[in-house]
Structure formats: C-alpha cells, structure tokens
C-alpha cells in the first residue's frame, strides 16, 4: 500500500494531516508475501476482534524500558501436493543404495569436475563426478567460492535426477554424455549435507533433520533465507493508537514504512528509518511494539474476547501478553505467566509501557499453574512454548551449531508437560472460549505436530482451524510417523515461503473437562508410539533410517516419554504390564468353599479343652 493510503480515515473521522514525502528511498512492494489462496474455514472471531481494533484508540503516555522481541528460551530449566516428500532427497537414495559396492564411492570426499558441453542448444554443465583418491588433497578443505560451486552442482545434479529411477537415471546420465561410474545418490547428499554445515556453519545434526524435510531446491531456499533478516515489523497498540495515526507520525520521522500485509491490521513493516525505531517518542509511549509477523499469529489464533479470563503461559518479554491485552480491550484478565525471574523485568515494563491494566504477572513453572490457577477455571490459554528455536536462525545464527538432539529432546519433554498443564487449565464449558493455542518458534516435527498429536492423545481436546488464511499446513505423516488426521489444521510458517521466522500454530478446542479423550476411532501414532507403518503401497514415505529429528526418542532419555502430568505434580510411570484378567468362581464353587471352610472350622474347635500343655 502507497503511504498516502495510510491516511484514509474511517467513518470521517478525519484528522487531516499533510504528509511530508516518505524518504528518498523508493518504498519497496509487499514485503510480507499476501496470505496463499487455500481453501481454509475462517475464524470470524479474528476477524470481529481485529476490525474493532483500530476503532479504540486511548492515547496516553508513560516512559518506561523497553524489549521488543520475543524469543525462544529452553534454559529453564506444504503446499506440495499434501506430500511434503514428493521431491524428498533422501527418498531415492535407498533404491540408489542397492547399486553395487563401489570402493571408490565407499568413503572420502568426492571432486565435482565439470566441462562445458553442447546438450539441447544450450551450455549445460557437464558433470563428472568422481572420488579423490589423494588423501592429502582430502584434507584440504575446499574454499568458500568451491564449496559453493559444488553445493549447487549436487544440487542441481540431485534435483534432476528426483523424479528418475535408478535405471533410469543411468541411462539418462548416458544420453547427456555423462559418467554412469561415479556416486550413489546417498553419497551426494551425503556430501552435499557436509558441504552445506562446512558453507553456513550449520553442525551435522540440524543440517540433517533440514535435509530430511525439506527438498533439494526448497532446502537451499530455506538456508539462503536463514542468512538474510526478516523484515523489521511493529504492532500498533490499539489501547493507544491508531495504525494510521501513528504510521503519519513515524512518516513524519523518517521511517519508510507500508502497512504490514493484508492479514493484520495493526502490523506495519519499517524498511528503513532515519531514527531508531525502538526509540521514539512513540515507542517509549507504547504506541507500538517492535514485534516479528510471526509473533502476531498465535495471538490472532487464539483470538481472545472481551472479558475472557486468559493465562499466557510463558510471556516475557510479553509481546503476545500485550496483544493479548490490546484484542481484549484491557478487559477481563491475562494471567501472564514466566518461569524465569530475569525475564520478570522485560515483561512488565512493556505491559506499562503499553499501557496494560488487565494483566496479573507471576512467576512459576509453567508445569504447576493448574494447581495455581486452578483446574477447568480459565477461557483460553496461549502456551508460545519454549522451544529449540531452529525457525529464528536468522535472530540467532548460534542455533545452527550449537543445538543437538538432546536439546531437542529436553524441549520435547517440556513441551509435553506443559500443553497437557495448558489444556488442564481450560474450563470446556466456557460460554465464550475453551480454546489452546500451542505456538512454537521451532520447525522440528517433534517439537510441533507430535506434541499435538500427544495431546490429543491424552486430552480431550479436537484441531480446530487457526483462523489464519495462510501458511502450510502442519504434517500427519513425517517418514515413519503417523499423526492424527486432523494436524493438517495446524500451520507452518517458513522464512522462504512467507518471509517470516519459522513458526508453528496448532488452535485446540477442549471438548470436555475429562482427563481421558474418548477412545478414538482412528489412532494415530506419537513419537515414542510410532510403529513400522506396513507402507508397501505408499513408497514415498519409506525410510530406511529414522527420522534424525526422533532418532532415539523411544525410552533412551531416562523414561522421559512417559513421564505424565497430573494437577501441575509430575510423576514417571513405567508402561504397566497387564494383569491377566481374574476369574472369578461360580456359585457351586462358592459353597463348596465354605463348607470346606466350615468342617475345618469344626476340627479345630473340636479339640480337648483344658490339654493346656499342647
Ligand atoms: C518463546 S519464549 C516466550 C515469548 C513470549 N511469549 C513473547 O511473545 O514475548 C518462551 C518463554 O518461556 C519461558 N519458560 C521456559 N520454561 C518455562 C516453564 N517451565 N514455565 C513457564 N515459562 C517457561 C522462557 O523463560 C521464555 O521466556
């Protein structure tokens, strides 16, 4: 949208303000791509909720420190056909697998040579690839512009070849002059996933599970966008403002700024500014809050109304707490929780800064607020989960290094205990509410659509849609794993489809205040759960190694996958054994029990009294 756009009023209640021209620098297109078209149930609460948004504004002014971002913090403690794996990399590799040894494929690194060659009218690289036999050269790493050379031409080489059998891909290889000698697909990958940590520092571990989602093409789209920055975005605080008054203002001051997209009416994104934007007049006012897209979208899916007593569960620095406050017109209450003390600080400045007075901040583990707050009593809860943080590596690069499978399992654990704490919480007949929001900065699977897929499990609560018109949906099968039909209502969000930090949403609707979800009719399988699926007819789904992302998850980690929470008290529970079913006796064999019982009754009274010596 043009600036001069931002100055419609609505209903004539028209502050006429000459607008100074934005900054030289030309205003550049959408930034935020629009929503996808898919065919998705709307949440018309969201949208009641954000059109009357703009409506209030209370404009008042109070200084206070500031924190922007929210983050992920574990320290306390597809639109592809529905398939995601249609042009998975690693599916061929186990048909490429078979191809007879070749020593030379065996181990080492490999050399991509390439010759220009005429094919098709066109220049086509020509590639042969063959293994280094010089072990000195070997332990010489490649420079940077090599290392990239040979990530794309894997790449490239790998992507053709992704619809192509075996066969079929020697003989194509034979008609485009190329070497049939030369490695397997699993020995490509294999080095393109070494080429690729080598290139962006990534450790093995996450560059595995990336490899393991996304396709060749989508993978290096997906890398390429964790080295850039997300757009820089601000929400307007309608307790305060209006988003057009305050875009005229910060115009004024020089920041280029267009509304954010057509899904948030409150959201602006900043290209450029001569000022710091988290240090104006305004912000210190609270006019706004520096806030990324992705943070917007649990808030909108949880969609809390006026007078609704609401718990966010792990708030500072109180980003979505804020919105929370602002959709509820500082109505009703928000409990807002945070575990660590050091985070205390952060969240309440921002909820004065922004002027927020229906909010009661505390201060514990998120795993025992139902005996705080109280089981069934409360309208909604968001629970933006602690996480691994592998969707906002461009926030902080430090993720692609540093975290492992046991962190992955740590926030797993944790993730479990706490939706179960959130849904626990949840009054399901509340006349207004009964909804869970679980939203993650994460896009591990195990950490997303398998600790929804627990809970449904283990509660009874059913997917609802997210009221959000855009974004992929969540997996119900990932290789070995089976989820719940209904996970194709969460929503993915990835920096190089929606030009936002990896998130995950998943909106519940608790059905009954019953610990126990009623049997359901089609099981799905949980990590721990996941049995061999028998997918002879569904080839595209058909490891042969398992998900590095639950590699080991099955009982390694001290029994934690089947640790339960109860009333916030957590206890581990070894899977029982059953107990052959007790038989119990007929009538005839009962009273032939008691006259047995009877006749000895009688012998023993039967004995001389007075023998006192026996
Ligand atoms: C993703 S951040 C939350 C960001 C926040 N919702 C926002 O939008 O500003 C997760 C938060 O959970 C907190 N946390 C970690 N473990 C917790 C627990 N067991 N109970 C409650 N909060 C916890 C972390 O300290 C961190 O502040």
Not at 506 to 517: E, G, I, R, T
């Amino acid at each position: 949208m043009a600036p001069s756009s931002l100055n419609k009023k609505k209903g004539g209640k028209t502050k006429t303000r000459s607008l100074p021209p934005p900054p030289k620098k030309k205003q550049k297109k959408e930034f935020i791509p629009e929503p996808e078209s898919e065919s998705e149930e709307e949440d018309s609460m969201i949208e009641e909720e954000s059109e009357s948004e703009e409506e209030d504004s209370i404009i008042e002014e109070e200084e206070v420190e500031t924190d922007g971002e929210s983050f992920s913090d574990m320290s306390s403690d597809v639109d592809d056909d529905d398939d995601p794996f249609h042009k998975d990399i690693l599916r061929e590799e186990h048909e490429q697998d078979k191809e007879k040894d070749d020593p030379e494929t065996k181990s080492g690194k490999l050399e991509v040579k390439k010759e220009k060659t005429e094919v098709e009218g066109g220049l086509e690289t020509k590639t042969d690839i063959k293994k280094e036999t010089n072990f000195e050269e070997e332990k010489l790493k490649p420079d940077l512009t090599n290392l990239q050379k040979r990530i794309k031409e894997i790449a490239r080489f790998l992507s053709k070849f992704k619809d192509l059998r075996q066969e079929e891909g020697q003989s194509w290889k034979k008609s485009k002059g190329l070497s049939t000698e030369g490695p397997s697909r699993k020995d490509l990958v294999a080095q393109l996933q070494l080429d690729l940590c080598a290139y962006y520092g990534y450790n093995e571990f996450l560059m595995g599970v990336l490899v393991e989602m996304f396709p060749v093409t989508e993978l290096l789209e997906l890398i390429e966008a964790y080295e850039k920055p997300r757009p820089i975005c601000i929400r307007t605080n309608t307790l305060k403002a209006r988003r057009r008054d305050l875009a005229d203002v910060l115009l004024n001051r020089g920041v280029n700024l267009d509304p954010l997209s057509k899904w948030s009416k409150v959201g602006l994104v900043v290209y450029d500014s001569q000022v710091p934007i988290g240090a104006t007049p305004e912000y210190m006012a609270g006019y706004y809050m520096l806030q990324s897209a992705s943070s917007f979208l649990p808030c909108m899916a949880l969609a809390p109304q006026e007078n609704e007593k609401v718990v966010d569960m792990a708030a500072a620095p109180g980003g979505k707490t804020t919105y929370l406050a602002a959709l509820m017109k500082n109505s009703g209450i928000v409990y807002a929780n945070e575990m660590k003390e050091s985070r205390l600080k952060s969240l309440t400045a921002n909820l004065q800064r922004m002027g927020v007075t229906n909010t009661i901040v505390s201060n514990y583990d998120g795993k025992g607020l139902p005996r705080v707050l109280g089981m069934n009593t409360v309208d909604r809860v968001l629970l933006d989960a602690p996480c691994s943080g592998t969707g906002v590596i461009s926030k902080d690069e430090s993720v692609k290094a540093s975290k492992s499978l046991e962190d992955i399992q740590n926030c797993v654990f944790l993730q479990k205990q706490l939706i179960l704490a959130a849904i626990d919480m949840v009054d399901a007949n509340s006349e207004t509410g009964g909804f869970i929001v679980y939203s993650t900065c994460s896009i591990m699977v195990p950490e997303n659509e398998a600790i929804i897929d627990y809970a449904l499990k283990k509660r009874d609560v059913q997917l609802v849609p997210c009221g959000l018109d855009f974004g992929r949906p969540g997996f119900t099968r990932f290789r070995e794993h089976r989820f719940h039909h209904s996970l194709d209502k969460t929503r993915r969000f990835y920096p190089h489809v929606h030009n936002m930090d990896g998130f995950f949403v998943a909106k519940l609707k608790k059905m009954s205040n019953m610990k126990q979800p009623p049997r359901s009719s089609e099981p799905s399988e949980t990590v721990e759960q996941a049995e061999p699926v028998d997918s002879s007819n569904d080839e595209k789904i058909q490891p042969e190694v398992k998900s590095q992302q639950f590699k080991d998850f099955s009982g390694s980690k001290k029994g934690k996958d089947t640790m339960q929470v109860n009333s916030g008290s957590t206890k581990t529970s070894k899977p029982k054994e059953r107990r052959p079913k007790r038989k119990y006796p007929s009538r005839e064999e009962l009273s032939q029990a008691r006259e047995e019982k009877r006749k000895a009754l009688r012998k023993k009274t039967s004995k001389p009294i007075g023998n006192v010596n026996e």
